[in-house]
T-cell receptor, first 115, second 116 residues
Framework: DGGITQSPKYLFRKEGQNVTLSCEQN?????MYWYRQDPGQGLRLIYY???????QKGDIAEGYSVSREKKESFPLTVTSAQKNPTAFYLC??????????????FGPGTRLLVL | AQKITQTQPGMFVQEKEAVTLDCTYD???????LFWYKQPSSGEMIFLIY??????QNATEGRYSLNFQKARKSANLVISASQLGDSAMYFC?????????????FGSGTRLQVQP
């Protein structure tokens, strides 16, 4: 089945530790996105990539880093510089073609907790 | 800058009744797309419906319809014949076309509870 997978479902981070959240899609979508959701709030854009080997900062990029070496993969690293990383992280992609070219399709998310 | 406003933090509806979730948006661009997503307690965002700013007809997808009033800058979601499984958070979002940024701007959401 085509879709977006995120792993792990839950992730625990110790103080000063970098952690990486995985996002993989087999939909052949060019564009991929990372959003952060805090409790009771909407989604905020962290980073996005429209093509392999290229990505742009979103609204809250500080303390995060990404890479886009393959079309299928867009991992997000939460660095020790991110002082309040506890949140729900959602990865998305969009097809770029057809009537729903702009529609973003989301993975199941990763919940990050700080120990 | 774009902004989405959802003024209803929570809504209740009886099963089988219709409900309207409000969404207003702010943009100076003429070309944009509007989206509604459903987020059940599992957390995954589920795409429901899309409306382009130049679409002449209001979008419909099964029990979901979008009441698009361009002059008022509103894009309300109407769910007909509510079901218990409709209980979830609902988010309105927008993407403006005339920018290089293809990401969505989201509202703060409305929690819908369907009562039997």
């Amino acid at each position: 089945d085509g879709g977006i997978t995120q792993s792990p479902k839950y992730l625990f981070r110790k103080e000063g530790q970098n952690v990486t959240l995985s996002c993989e899609q087999n939909l052949n979508h060019d564009a991929m996105y990372w959003y952060r959701q805090d409790p009771g709030q909407g989604l905020r854009l962290i980073y996005y990539s429209q093509i392999v080997n290229d990505f742009q900062k979103g609204d809250i990029a500080e303390g995060y880093s990404v890479s886009r070496e393959k079309k299928e993969s867009f991992p997000l690293t939460v660095t020790s510089a991110q002082k309040n990383p506890t949140a729900f992280y959602l990865c998305a992609s969009n097809p770029g073609l057809g009537r729903y070219q702009e529609t973003q399709y989301f993975g199941p998310g990763t919940r990050l907790l700080v120990l | 800058a774009q902004k989405i406003t959802q003024t209803q933090p929570g809504m209740f509806v009886q099963e089988k009744e219709a409900v309207t979730l409000d969404c207003t948006y702010d943009t100076s661009d003429q070309s944009y797309g509007l989206f509604w997503y459903k987020q059940p307690s599992s957390g995954e965002m589920i795409f429901l419906i899309y409306q382009g700013s130049y679409d002449e007809q209001n979008a419909t997808e099964g029990r979901y319809s979008l009441n698009f009033q361009k002059a008022r800058k509103s894009a309300n979601l109407v769910i007909s014949a509510s079901q218990l499984g409709d209980s979830a958070m609902y988010f309105c979002a927008m993407r403006v076309h005339n920018t290089g940024r293809r990401a969505l701007t989201f509202g703060s959401g409305t929690r819908l509870q369907v009562q039997p």
